[in-house]
């Protein structure tokens, strides 16, 4: 079975600077699928970005990016320009695909919280 | 508008009862999820299930059911055996799995509270 890690319970960051949220995940399948989303104190969860296993290239969205590391199993976030509106909850996520045994199945880290001061 | 609704927002049960938590989405989704969130921690998987009268048990099942007869509700009875049930529960859904991405929208959640 899958698992993710986020080894960083808390993070701070100032408004208009660079912040990186840490996740590392272990899994023996091949096709997957990996995901940061943002859950705000209104908990409601939004997507920030996904990666296709697949894909060699780093996802980007905006201000929003990824390191990903296929044979580290390493995930991070990278926020730039940081933004009040960025403080929320983040987590990692893994979804299996197609073709696996935890096929359907989407598992979270514990989140990190984010705090962007002014 | 299409969405996924979870109700009611806050729920108060008194110890050894069962609840009954609701799940409903209009997006036409194949796969549907249930998650319980403690203060400050990541979310637990409890039940998943990918297509119509089939579900998985996640991570954290014990103490918990589902049913899945209808594509539009996936239903979460926590049950009096659940040791623990006060927490927040969201639910989730995703396109058919085989196409998909994997890319859950979710609820804005139950708050579950057994006193």
């Known amino acids: 079975a899958q698992t993710v890690t986020q080894s960083q319970p808390e993070m701070s960051v100032q408004e208009a600077e660079t912040v990186t949220l840490s996740c590392t995940y272990d899994?023996?399948?091949?096709?997957?699928?990996l995901f940061w989303y943002k859950q705000p104190p209104s908990r409601q969860m939004i997507l920030v970005i996904r990666?296709?296993?697949?894909?060699?290239q780093n996802a980007t969205e905006n201000r929003f990016s990824v390191n990903f590391q296929k044979a580290a199993k390493s995930f991070s976030l990278k926020i730039s320009d940081s933004q009040l509106g960025d403080t929320a909850m983040y987590f990692c996520?893994?979804?299996?695909?197609?073709?696996?045994?935890?096929?359907?199945?989407?598992?979270f880290g514990q989140g990190t919280i984010l705090t962007v001061h002014p | 508008d299409g969405g996924i609704t979870q109700s009611p927002k806050y729920l108060f049960r008194k110890e050894g009862q069962n609840v009954t938590l609701s799940c409903e989405q209009n997006?036409?989704?194949?796969?549907m999820y249930w998650y319980r969130q403690d203060p400050g921690q990541g979310l637990r998987l409890i039940y998943y299930?990918?297509?119509?009268?089939?579900?998985q048990k996640g991570d954290i099942a014990e103490g918990y059911s589902v049913s899945r007869e209808k594509k539009e509700s996936f239903p979460l009875t926590v049950t009096s055996a659940q040791k623990n049930p006060t927490a927040f529960y969201l639910c989730?859904?995703?396109?058919?799995?085989?196409?998909?991405?994997?890319?859950?929208?979710f609820g804005q959640g139950t708050r579950l509270t057994v006193v």
């Open positions: 899994t023996s399948e091949s096709n997957y699928y």
């Open positions: 299930s990918q297509i119509v009268n089939d579900f």
């Open positions: 989730a859904s995703s396109p058919v799995p085989r196409t998909a991405t994997g890319e859950a929208f």
């Open positions: 996520a893994f979804w299996g695909g197609a073709g696996g045994t935890s096929y359907g199945k989407l598992t």
């Open positions: 997006l036409n989704h194949d796969a």
């Open positions: 990666q296709e296993a697949y894909k060699q």
